[in-house]
């Protein structure tokens, strides 16, 4: 079909067809970049956390008497843990991951305190770790139980460290890590014994240290704050929680159990405002679009109406049904184009002013494309149902009010 | 004539009930998403403390590596806490009429009678903490000089904590026991928490205010660990509390009042001046670099409201748009539609200003009645997006300035969406409808 008359005939009734534009340029501009947004989102909530998160329960306990013996107290309590029926391993863990606290250090590959340093968070575990988080050995070696020192006389880089298979690539690249040194800012060496299969860390949202970047040290902390990380058996992890809490309480004097819970608990706290931005926006996305489909539903019905006379006199002449409901897609299709380029413009300076406002990164061209592509679907889907009503206007009309 | 317009109006809308509600619907989506963001938004960049916000400065000076900037991100900014010997140096010598300088911690709460100890966030502060910001008491009140140098066992007890160990009554004077020590309790807060907990950024802007607060001088006597950020940035052997006290670390905050311009100037002039001194001794290497903010500039300088709730509200008042653009599109069509008897009272002889006015308020009614229903789903909005927050529930409340705010975008939003087809209608040739009556 011959676009040129319809293209004249939106031109003659231009201001209702340049409300429509609009509407789908703005839309267009603001989904192309919520979705950029959304699945930036979806795609930190869904990271694999390489341990077995869904199992894990942490506990911290607190000394606070002066009666409190921390290193007997934790030697009693991880025995208590590992004995319970239904928990597959405990350790010591000084910090939760995927919580959004913990500690960091620079680790250095040479003595010289002006090499380039890599930052990675600490983690100050016992040799049981591997199997409390169920992480598997990559290279090297695991913690042997006499390295592990309860009671450390310093925070001093210790002589023996296992680090995470990122944090190795970080350091060594593809080179074997095992067997070479790391230092401390200090110029303090330590030298890595094993590789240990991702998981994410304390700040999973951070570049530095990389959300996979770790380094573990066999040590017990220096406090008298702690916290274990016990694996539970499948099914078992809500049954042992207040078991926990329980059992733990009972025994060692002058301290108290500040918590038992499942890692779901920072999960969620952590990743809360994500989950929120994919709520928000999908919401706006969705009421967006629906205003603009209704919009395009208004206009077509509005042009079916005004043109009752034109299109009975148009079947008249022999123009088939499907003659007229084309004639409305393409006009919908006209108009949308225009809106798409206007909005791809749009959507461009959206993302530039995103990019300065908050350093995110540019808009890649695939979802104002997806973005495009929804927007052309849906205003063709709108216009249907209008296009097929003008389709049903009878020949006779011509004839009757004329 | 307003009743006149009013029914014309209402037999207008009636006529077309489904086009109503729709433009009724479009308007209340709009101006509901508007609310519930905007709310958000209002209550993160409220000001905590509006009556001392320009007197209270946080004081930051580059302690910082010589190597590397504190923040990698903002090279130009000094770390945002300052190093033990520091703070005590600066709170003691700086002009000021009054100074605090505090850190947090966590100590355990025995409540005796065989009740399990509890965990408690605590403020290890100097007295003028509550002067300064204006902290209300329900009982008592904070301590005196002579336990901000002695380190005597006092405590303030936060509303929540007085309620939790003496259900609430004045307890003052009482005795409780903290980490296996007796602590006689001074005074009881009322409900006290601000928002954004503006004198402590450093675990997030809408982190709880503690539950318990004590003099500052404790935490080195007691040796009580830091339970706040604390950054290091040089080699140093940590082996405890004492070592962190010497150390280059920085997890002290320090904030001074400074009433003038020429107060801040005099206090910003001592502090170079010091930094001037410690680089003579060895220490600052970096660049001297102290900067004083004041509650506002504090609270934009650490990027308070998120990025998030900007984003959100700049989508939420471009759908807004499209629903307006929407709504002009649905007033038009309806308008042009009823053009002819527009046209009728126009040979009888209405002006055009009376149809401009007729049509005014026919656009005023749909803008009423759906800024009210726009009220509703803001309300709704914000019940809904409660849970999607955490603790800081203080943030989905809408307040009579959202009320009114909303109030007034609707009526902003019905003017501009009916406008322009008002003025369209009233420009129309009676003649040319007329004709084909």
Redesign the interface.
């Given at each position: 079909m011959d676009i040129r008359p319809i293209l004249s005939a939106l031109l003659r009734n231009r201001?209702?067809a340049v409300?429509?534009g609009?509407?789908v340029a703005?839309?267009l501009?603001?989904i192309a970049n919520?979705f950029f947004?959304i699945a930036k989102r979806l795609e930190l909530v869904h990271r694999p956390s390489g341990n077995d998160s869904a199992n894990l329960i942490f506990v911290q306990s607190?000394g606070?008497?002066?009666e409190y013996q921390h290193v007997a107290t934790m030697r009693a309590d991880l025995a208590l843990l590992r004995a319970l029926p239904g928990v597959v391993a405990a350790a010591p863990s000084s910090s939760v991951p995927e919580s959004d606290g913990g500690s960091s250090s620079g680790y250095l590959t040479s003595p010289d305190?002006?090499a380039p340093v890599t930052n990675a968070n600490v983690m100050e575990v016992d040799p049981a770790f591997l199997d409390a988080y169920g992480l598997k050995l990559v290279a090297g070696r695991k913690f042997r139980p006499e390295e592990y020192v309860a009671e450390p006389?310093?925070?001093?880089l210790p002589p023996l460290v296992m680090i995470s298979e990122s944090m190795a690539k970080r350091l060594y690249g593809d080179a074997p890590a095992v067997g070479r040194p790391v230092y401390?800012?200090?110029?303090?060496q330590g030298t890595i014994i094993g590789v240990v299969s991702d998981m994410l860390g304390s700040w999973p949202r951070n570049v530095?240290p990389g959300p996979y970047d770790i380094v573990y040290h066999a040590t017990g902390g220096?406090?008298?704050?702690w916290r274990y990380v016990v694996r539970a058996r499948l099914g078992e992890r809500d049954r042992l929680i207040p078991e926990i809490e329980k059992r733990l309480?009972e025994i060692g004097n002058?301290r108290?159990v500040?918590w038992v819970r499942p890692h779901d608990f920072w999960l969620l706290?952590t990743f809360?405002?994500d989950?929120?931005?994919i709520?928000?926006?999908t919401t706006?996305v969705v009421?967006?679009t629906s205003?603009?489909a209704?919009?395009i539903v208004?206009?077509a019905?509005?042009h079916v109406?005004a043109r009752r006379k034109q299109i009975g006199t148009r079947r008249a002449l022999g123009a088939r049904r499907a003659d007229i409901v084309h004639y409305f897609l393409i006009e919908n299709g006209l108009l949308s184009l225009a809106g798409i380029v206007t909005g791809a413009l749009l959507a461009w300076a959206a993302s530039g002013w995103?990019a300065s406002?908050?350093q995110t990164p540019p808009l890649p061209a695939g979802y104002v494309g997806l973005a495009a592509l929804a927007l052309l679907v849906l205003g063709q889907l709108a216009v249907l149902w209008p296009a097929r009503r003008a389709g049903a206007i009878e020949p006779a009309v011509a004839t009757r009010t004329l | 004539m307003l009743g006149y317009y009013l029914k014309l109006a209402w037999l207008s809308l009636a006529r077309t009930p489904a086009?109503t509600a729709?433009m009724i619907g479009?308007i209340a989506?709009?101006i509901g998403?508007t609310t519930t963001?905007l709310t958000v938004y209002h209550r993160m960049s409220a000001n905590p403390i509006p009556a001392r916000s320009s007197v209270l400065h946080a004081v930051t000076i580059d302690s910082w590596s010589p190597?590397r900037p504190a923040d990698?991100e903002n090279p130009a900014d000094p770390p945002p806490q300052l190093t033990y010997r520091d703070a005590l140096a600066v709170a003691a010598g700086a002009p000021a009429a009054r100074t605090v300088i505090m850190r947090k911690t966590?100590?355990?709460v025995?409540p005796g009678a065989g009740r399990?100890?509890?965990?408690i966030e605590a403020r290890l502060a100097t007295r003028d903490f509550f002067p300064m910001f204006a902290v209300p008491f329900a009982y008592g009140g904070g301590w005196d000089a002579a336990a901000d140098r002695g380190g005597e066992p006092v405590v303030v007890l936060s509303r929540e904590t007085n309620e939790r160990l003496f259900g609430g009554e004045n307890s003052v004077g009482r005795s409780v026991r903290i980490?296996?020590r007796e602590f006689r309790v001074s005074g009881v807060l009322a409900d006290w928490q601000p928002t954004p907990k503006f004198y402590d950024l450093n675990n997030g802007a809408y982190d709880t205010a503690e539950d318990a607060f004590l003099p500052f001088a404790l935490g080195a006597a007691l040796e009580l660990?830091p339970a706040g950020n604390v950054n290091c940035w040089k080699?140093?052997?940590?082996?405890?509390l004492r070592?962190l006290l010497g150390s280059e670390c920085v997890w002290i905050q320090l904030w001074a009042d400074l009433p003038t311009a020429a107060d801040v100037e005099r206090y910003q002039a001592w502090l170079d001046g010091y930094v001037a001194e410690q680089k003579r001794l060895g220490r600052f290497a970096r660049p001297s670099n102290n900067r004083l903010y004041d509650v506002e500039a504090w609270l934009r300088h650490n990027e308070v409201v998120?990025?998030?709730s900007?984003?959100?509200l700049a989508?939420?008042f471009?759908?807004l748009?499209?629903?307006i653009?929407?709504v002009?599109?649905?007033l038009?069509?309806r308008f042009l539609?009823s053009a002819g008897a527009s046209a009728v009272r126009r040979a009888l002889g209405a002006s055009r200003g009376e149809l401009f006015r007729q049509h005014l308020v026919e656009v005023g009614l749909v803008g009423a009645i759906a800024g009210l229903g726009g009220l509703v789903l803001g309300w709704a909005g914000l019940k809904a997006?409660e849970q999607?927050?955490?603790s800081y529930d203080r943030l989905t409340q809408l307040d009579l300035t959202m009320v009114l705010a909303a109030i007034g975008l609707a009526v902003l939003a019905g003017v501009l969406a009916g406008l322009y087809p008002a003025w369209?209608i009233c420009r129309v040739q009676p003649a040319a409808y007329l004709k084909t009556q």
């Open positions: 201001t209702g409300l429509v609009v509407q703005i839309t501009a603001v919520a947004v607190e606070y008497g002066p305190p002006k006389a310093n925070n001093d401390d800012n200090g110029g303090k530095r220096l406090g008298r704050s309480n002058g108290a500040t706290r809360r405002p989950r929120r931005m709520v928000f926006l706006l009421m967006m205003v603009t209704l919009g208004g206009l019905t509005f109406n995103l406002a908050f | 086009i729709l479009a989506l709009g998403a963001t190597d990698d966590a100590m355990t025995d399990a100890p509890f965990l980490d296996g660990q080699p140093e052997t940590l082996a405890g070592d998120g990025q998030d900007r984003m959100l989508v939420a471009a759908f748009a499209v629903c653009l929407n002009v599109g649905l038009l069509s539609g997006v999607l927050y955490s369209r």
